[in-house]
């Protein structure tokens, strides 16, 4: 277990040797909600909290609820929780996004009471990729077939009507992401993240609002990186907690 300066020191996280380990995915996707929001946050599949309390830490009348299947990861949430002091405002629940809806439904998460869920979904499918020996970071970065979907519904599930998902995911996923959004929710906003000037996108942040029939917005992309390997001024703001990114249109 390390202790980490985070968002430019504004908040200190402890996390795993082995397992999953927070960067700029979860700086970005916490930088989609606005300074100004005041509801509930739900930060589904968060590891060690590093989104969701990046958001609670930025985002001062936030309240937040992290979920995560991992006994030892939501175990350093809590630590990363109470270390920031946070305890009032803040909670864990162990769960597995992709159990039955009755599972699911017996721990709350199935309430309809989120306003905004956030999500860095395993990226990977464990039957197309070689996966990691250790279970930590095996279980982290691969879904299984389907599984796509089956979050996208459990994240569905947790969300007040006219609430959003804000999720993070690889480029080339975007038609698998579309694919589970649709229907679930409309007014989706599509921001790709380019590593530098001139590069394809490897990311992608797709925010969507539940039950709205409203079009698709393809966004101007965010470039993370100088020539020279720095951050352009505005990823070097989000990385500091000085600059948020939303995708509302």
Known sequence: MTEIPFLGGKLRLFQSETGHRAGTDAVLLAATVPDEFDG?????????????????????????????????????????????????RAEVVESDLLAPHHAREALGLAASDADWVITNPPFLNEHKTRTSPDLN?????TMPEGGLDRWIVACQGMIKPHGRLTMIHRADALSELLSAFQGRFGALSILPIYPHEGASATRLLVEG?????????????????????????????????????????
């Open 40 to 88: 509930q946050v739900v930060d589904a599949g968060s590891a060690s909290g590093a989104a969701g309390l990046a958001v609670t830490a930025r985002v001062t009348a936030a309240k937040l609820r992290l979920i995560e299947i991992d006994p030892n990861e939501a175990e350093l949430a809590r630590k990363n929780i109470a270390t920031n002091q946070f305890s009032d």
């Open 209 to 249: 609002i539940k039950g709205s029939r409203a079009p698709l917005t393809l966004m101007k992309g965010l470039i993370l990186h100088e020539k020279n390997g720095r951050f352009t001024a505005k990823a070097e703001a989000i990385h500091r907690g000085l600059a948020c990114l939303p995708l509302t249109h």
């Open 137 to 141: 970071r095996q279980r982290a970065h």
